[in-house]
């Protein structure tokens, strides 16, 4: 199932469905987290999804992409 997990002083996670395919899905993220103020520290294939990490400051978010039929499931976590 989809949802969100608190990490205790650390963050959260979160598990959704995006409409897309990974690749659509991460320049989505690349082009709206930069816009954001975010850097991109990462961005690579990981097997038939993508792999995305953003640092801002002290914080940082993490995206794995995995296609899933016409769309990606999109797990994020993001850490004080």
């Known amino acids: 199932s989809y949802g969100t997990n608190t990490i205790p002083s650390r963050g959260f996670a979160i598990a959704a469905l995006a409409d897309g395919s990974p690749d659509e899905v991460a320049s989505f993220y690349s082009r709206e987290m930069q816009a954001l103020g ?41 850490l004080n």
């Open 38 to 78: 975010w850097t991109e520290t990462a961005n690579a294939p990981n097997g038939p999804g993508q792999m995305l990490r953003f640092e801002k400051q002290t914080r940082s978010v993490s995206l794995n992409l995995i296609p899933n039929g016409e769309n990606t499931t999109l797990s994020v976590t993001a």
